[in-house]
């Protein structure tokens, strides 16, 4: 069996973590199978949406330890090269996460731990359940973070917190990660599946090609000066003022009607 499902349905695509009998903990399977699907949704035009959830009650507890307990009586060198690849292979798919040119939601609920925070923290927007309790964890197995947490991190929750998560590993709920802005909306448990259809559904709907730019106007703003930032706008403004999407954009507001967006 699989340990991530896709599954497509219209211009919404969702990536399911499979290993639910190990809290969907990632192991070498699941991050080649990551980095093979999200390399095809990357350059898939006909999707618009990608959801990333977990199966069963958790959304990810981060890196599977009895994998890792596997590879302890290695020799270091040999240990540290198993472990450099499986690392640069999850990172590959941080990175299409991020650059993506579409909006990318996580659904989550339960554990989010370890890699699953990382995870989780590389998708363009968060759901979680009222159920979810977060972790960062890696210090209590003697490692520094990965999967962009360091990254992503001070830059949603500000340095001295993301000091804290990382340097504490304390476990936090769902309503203190909302407040800590690693996630946009907490709901019921029950109402989680149904909250995520709908919102996909509204980002599916929109005008993707601007959400792209969008991402990356975001996501790169940090790196820029106010004159390099405010140019990259100037770009991508004019980029999307000669899409159809703006066209429709401007008819349906002077018409007083709901645009219909090709997402292009």
């Known amino acids: 069996m699989s340990s991530v499902l896709l599954e497509i349905d219209g211009a919404i695509a969702t990536l399911t973590l499979n290993r639910p009998e190990a809290l969907n903990a990632l192991d070498n399977e699941m991050s080649r199978e990551l980095s093979a699907l999200t390399s095809g949704l990357e350059t898939d035009d006909e999707v618009r949406c990608v959801v990333l959830r977990g199966s069963g009650e958790h959304f990810m507890a981060g890196g599977d330890i009895k994998f890792f307990h596997q590879g302890l009586d290695e020799p270091r060198d040999v240990r540290r090269l198993r472990f450099e690849r499986l690392i640069a292979e999850v ?37 979680a359940a009222d159920n979810s309790y977060f972790t960062l964890a890696y210090c209590h197995i003697g490692t520094s973070p990965d999967g962009g947490a360091t990254y992503a991190l001070p830059r949603l929750t500000g340095v001295k917190r993301a000091m804290e998560l990382a340097l504490l590993g304390e476990r936090f709920d769902a309503r203190r990660a909302l407040e800590l802005g690693l996630v946009n909306r907490v709901v019921a448990a029950a109402d989680l599946a149904s909250a995520t259809s709908k919102l996909a559904q509204r980002l599916a709907a929109g005008p993707t090609a601007v959400y792209g730019r969008t991402k990356r106007l975001i996501n790169e703003s940090l790196n820029h000066s106010l004159s390099e930032q405010l140019q990259a706008e100037q770009d991508c403004f004019s980029e999307s003022i000669a899409d159809a999407d703006f066209a429709e954009g401007v008819r349906a507001f002077i018409a007083k009607r709901k645009p219909k967006f090709i997402g292009g």
Not at 93 to 113: D, F
């Open 91 to 127: 990172h590959a798919t941080v990175i299409r996460l991020r650059r993506m040119p579409k909006p990318v939601l996580a659904s989550v609920g339960g554990a989010v731990a370890g890699f699953g925070l990382s995870l989780m923290s590389a998708c363009d927007l968060a759901l």
